[in-house]
């Protein structure tokens, strides 16, 4: 009897390990890198791609970045991991779309959902970026293979060295900072040369009618806001307006995204944004692409201003 139970023990000992062992190579946890393919016939650009995710239970988080064409984006993502069917689902990635020729393109909000092979080969993780239904006419799915980086034994490293910080956003030094107390705090770029000025943009604001396009919920006390020319360059420019106080003075739209990255009065259960017209460009009305991100979240919205009225989104906190 001693002597079949003393047997016994290295094979529960084994069994154990092989469990232990199973269960460490069914993570997703590591640097993924491969590329993705739109799923149109003849269509060669691709997308070359990295995910560096770590899993803990069913979550997961981390960084989803591609380099396409001759520009590198970088994006923080959060997702689930399903044990059962292995695959990974991770929703709301914004990818260029892939006629674009430059970052500032229009993005299709994908979802990815991938599903984890393991062989002492080698680990990959393949599926498809799927696009929204009302991109379903203009985004095309994208096909995606990813191998897992077995060198990369350093995630913590390689999460730090993208360009894309865990929920912290990373201002360049011509992009605006405010606060929800004071006027612009970086870029001199944007501000008021006098009070005098302030106050004549002050009282035409006041003169005009708020008009609120969209209310869009938010999951932070702070977003990044880009705003770009809705269609041709034609010269528009804009000042903008947190709870009725100038932030942003007279700024041109352009190709590249004007960003703010904005700090929200939590006292207030929904904080305004307005957009002021401060010409019509050469083809009227003023019109801009607003793109809120809250960290997970991105939002577009389509604003139209004119000499008579402001265009306002609300933000509420959830």
């Not at 529960?12 to 393919?37: C, E, K, M, N, P």
């Not at 201002?171 to 106050?199: A, M, R």
């Not at 739209?253 to 004007?258: D, I, N, P, Q, T």
Request: hydrophobic letters at 35%; one cysteine or more; glycine letters at 6%.
């Amino acid at each position: 009897m001693k002597l079949a139970q003393l047997m016994k023990k290295p094979a529960i000992l084994l069994a154990t390990l092989f469990i232990i062992a199973t269960a460490d190579a069914q993570s997703v946890t590591g640097s993924w890198y491969g590329r993705a393919d739109p799923d149109i016939e003849g269509r060669p650009n691709n997308y070359l791609t990295e995910l560096i995710i770590r899993q803990k239970g069913d979550d997961v988080e981390g960084v989803f970045a591609y380099y396409f064409k001759n520009f590198y984006k970088s994006f923080f993502v959060r997702g689930k991991y399903n044990k059962a069917s292995r695959q990974v689902i991770i929703k709301n990635i914004p990818v260029v779309h892939f006629r674009s020729t430059g970052p500032e393109g229009i993005d299709c909000s994908m979802e990815f959902i991938g599903t984890l092979m393991v062989s002492k080969a080698k680990s990959t993780l393949k599926g498809y970026f799927f696009r929204p239904e009302k991109y379903k006419y203009t985004c095309p799915d994208l096909r995606a293979s990813y191998t897992l980086d077995n060198n990369q034994t350093n995630l913590d490293s390689a999460l730090r060295n993208t360009i894309a910080t865990l929920k912290t956003w990373a201002p360049l030094p011509e992009d605006v900072v405010i606060s929800n107390t004071t006027s612009t705090e970086s870029n001199n770029n944007g501000h008021f040369s006098t009070v005098t000025e302030e106050s004549l943009l002050l009282d035409k604001y006041m003169s005009r009618k708020n008009i609120v396009q969209q209310e869009v919920t938010v999951g932070a006390d702070s977003v990044r806001i880009s705003f770009f020319d809705n269609g041709d360059i034609d010269g528009d420019s804009i000042s903008v307006f947190m709870n009725g106080k100038p932030i942003l003075f007279k700024q041109e739209l352009e190709m590249k995204a004007l960003n703010l990255y904005l700090k929200l009065d939590t006292t207030r259960a929904v904080n305004e944004i307005t957009m002021f017209a401060e010409n019509l460009g050469k083809y009227p009305p003023n019109t801009a692409l607003m793109v809120i991100f809250d960290g997970e979240k991105r939002t577009e919205v389509y604003l139209s201003s004119s000499l008579t009225q402001n265009a306002t989104v609300r933000l509420r906190r959830r």
